[in-house]
């Protein structure tokens, strides 16, 4: 079946792949195009530099006049991010364009997390040392960067291959060590194609 | 102190001779219930206007705009609804700021585009489409600007959908929207919303709350006067909505029926609807608005709020009404200060909710002299008319016990000192008075005509006295207070 919605989001995909924008990377899942999976690689020069943060995106039928809900799967450290992984982002609410694309909205989380929005804080933990003390702020933020390896190890390289068998198998980890096996502690290839 | 009040009381009722029965016994029996009501001090200055006349209404600060400033009528209605329908502030910013004005409200565009290369819609992503834009140029197709408004529609947005394109905050006029939705049941629900917007943004009109009713109010009252629907005949406040609380404030009534939804079902657990005779202890449901009672077994007359011997209320002056304030409450441990809370919460809110009920079936006893008047007219005892001051007994109560009832919010938000005192020493005096009446409206008919007009006649005299010194004419005590619960 196909709707308005899905004719778009698969031009949105082919426009992902085609051209992708620099640092994140997104795919349906194998059985259904409107449940995404994407990753955000942290930007350089900044804390999150080396990061490999999964994130889970819901279209409804009424994408694109409606944004989609957008979550990390990865632990986040942002003030701008609730615990949960929901992101408090105006473009995502009331800001909102039909225009907007999976690479924008992608993009969009990307430079977020280098420019936080204090005044709108979800963490209020994260939004604090953020303005008084920069060097913890850092500190927490650099063990959830190392967190994103583990868990991305355990599927490494999925989002270049576009789809895969692991893709719909895979289960989101939360908090940390998680069950699996970390094959690959380094830094995982795909940071380095940034 | 008790001298200067009288004073104060006898000065009034010479004012209250003149606005309430300036006319024979007979004017007042007929005119008592409308007529007069509608000279009443407490009815806001209402206009009731159809669909059709508010239309007209709106379309007149259009075409007043319009000479002012040479737009067109769509987006003249963008910008008044922005600046709440204030033709001269409007003109004024206009005259300040033409350019910042007319982008903050939407009506002119931030930013101009091209058409797009092969009439590509930037939100479907298909080529060569036929592209429809407003005066910002941000082409999009048809079908998209069509899923687009049924969308936003769907949640309630209508006057203020701006351009598709992002950061664009242009508002699409109602024409364009029109002429995109191609069901007719959806473009009615657009102008409905329109409506709705429309009417909602007016500082002057407010829908009437009455259920299914379409009429609206018009008011330029300040005060939390009385509207009245001609239509449906729904009273309410005209400025919350909310039903009429004089002497209430609006910031005080919303207090106050948020804290009765949270607390009375507490309420209704700890006062039960029966209570025990205090002489036999016989159990007494009351079944009349009356709080005279007396026990059917042992004939003892009682008050239902304090179990007194009521003759202690006939003799001397009203004590029930007053909550007496333990003055060493500071120094208790905290539990007893939140006992003392619920306490003082409990004497206002069962008084409140007690009047409510005798209201209720004040409103039965009502139809019951209806139905007594009707068969003593039948069984030629007197004409209707004769009869008639019996009904305007029984509708005078209802307002007293009204006004009554919505003392106690007042009275509870109240802050300790002569205010206070005078406020609850009227009350008292009010509260005496209606219970008198109500006792005299009960027996009606059987008993002396002139003693129940004199009733009539106190009741509301001290209510009209209430009113006018705490809520016609606030003094400085009240615009610290009210300000302080906004």
């Known amino acids: ?194 | 102190m008790s001298e200067p009040e009288d004073q104060m009381l006898t000065d009034d009722e010479d004012d209250f001779d003149c606005a309430y029965y300036d006319g024979d016994d007979i004017d007042i029996r007929e005119d008592f219930d409308d007529e007069k009501c509608n000279s009443d001090a407490e009815q806001a200055k209402i206009e009731s206007l159809d669909t059709f006349q508010v239309e007209r209404l709106l379309n007149e600060s259009v075409a007043s705009l319009i000479e002012v400033s040479r737009i067109t009528p769509s987006l003249a209605k963008i910008l008044l609804l922005s600046y709440n329908w204030d033709v001269k502030k409007i003109h004024e910013m206009l005259n300040k700021d033409t350019e910042g004005t007319l982008l903050k409200s939407g009506v002119k565009p931030m930013s101009t585009a091209k058409r797009p290369a092969n009439n590509t819609c930037l939100v479907c992503y298909h080529e060569d489409e036929e592209l429809r834009a407003l005066c910002c140029g941000h082409g999009f197709c048809v079908h998209c600007w069509k899923a687009y408004f049924e969308t936003r529609l769907s949640e309630g947005v209508s006057s203020k959908i701006s351009c598709m394109a992002s950061n664009c905050m242009l508002v699409a006029p109602p024409e364009f929207v029109l002429r995109a939705l191609d069901k007719a049941s959806l473009r009615a629900k657009y102008e409905r919303f329109l409506y709705r917007d429309y009417v909602m943004s007016h500082p002057e009109l407010r829908f009437c709350v009455g259920k299914d009713c379409l009429m609206v109010v018009r008011s330029k009252e300040t005060k939390p006067k009385k509207a009245t629907c001609t239509k449906c005949k729904t009273s309410f406040c005209v400025i919350c909505g909310v039903d009429y609380h004089a002497p209430t404030s609006c910031d005080t009534i919303k207090k106050w029926l948020i804290k009765c939804a949270d607390d009375s079902e507490t309420a209704n657990y700890i006062s039960a609807h029966t209570k025990d005779c205090p002489q036999c202890h016989a159990c007494i449901e009351k079944n009349g608005g009356c709080n005279h009672m007396q026990c059917a077994k042992c004939k003892h007359h009682f008050c239902w709020m304090c179990f007194g011997d009521w003759k202690s209320h006939g003799s001397e002056y009203y004590v029930c009404s007053r909550y007496k304030e333990n003055p060493s409450v500071a120094a208790e441990a905290n539990h007893v200060k939140a006992r003392r809370a619920l306490e003082k919460y409990l004497h206002y809110f069962e008084r409140y909710e007690n009047h409510n009920k005798s209201l209720k079936m004040e409103e039965e006893l009502r139809e019951k002299i209806k139905r007594k008047i009707d068969a003593k007219v039948n069984e030629h005892e007197g004409t209707w008319i004769d009869w008639q001051y019996l009904h305007t007994a029984a509708t005078l109560l209802a307002r007293c016990r009204y006004t009554l009832q919505y003392t106690y919010p007042f009275a509870y938000y109240l802050e300790k000192g002569p205010r206070k005192d005078l406020f609850e020493y009227q009350q008292g005096l009010l509260e005496k008075e209606v219970e008198e009446l109500a006792w005299a409206v009960e027996r009606a008919g059987t008993s002396d005509r002139g003693a129940l007009e004199a009733h009539m006649h106190r009741a509301e005299h001290k209510r009209i006295t209430l009113l006018q010194d705490f809520f016609f004419s606030p003094s400085e005590y009240d615009a610290p207070s009210s300000s302080k619960f906004r």
């Open chain 1, 1 to 194: 079946m196909t709707t308005p919605s899905r004719r778009r989001l698969m031009r949105d995909f082919k426009k992902l792949q085609e051209d992708p924008p620099a640092g994140v990377s997104g795919a349906p899942t194998e059985n259904n195009i409107l449940t995404w999976e994407a990753i955000i690689f942290g930007p350089q020069d900044t804390p999150f530099e080396d990061g490999t943060f999964k994130l889970s995106l819901e279209f409804t039928e009424e994408y694109p006049n409606k944004p989609p809900t957008v979550k990390f799967i990865s632990k986040m450290f942002h003030p701008n991010v609730y615990n949960d992984g929901s992101i408090c982002l105006d473009i995502l609410q009331n800001r909102w364009s039909p225009t907007y694309d999976v690479a924008a909205i992608l993009t969009s989380i990307q430079s977020l997390l280098d420019e936080p929005n204090p005044n709108s804080p979800a963490n209020s933990l994260a939004a604090q040392l953020y303005q008084e003390s920069r060097r913890e702020y850092e500190k927490r933020v650099q063990q959830i960067v190392e967190q994103s390896w583990l868990n991305f190890g355990e599927n490494e390289g999925e989002a270049e291959q576009k789809e895969g068998e692991n893709t719909a198998i895979e289960t989101p980890t939360e908090g940390g060590e998680g069950p699996s096996e970390p094959r690959d502690h380094d830094a995982p290839s795909g940071s380095g194609s940034v």
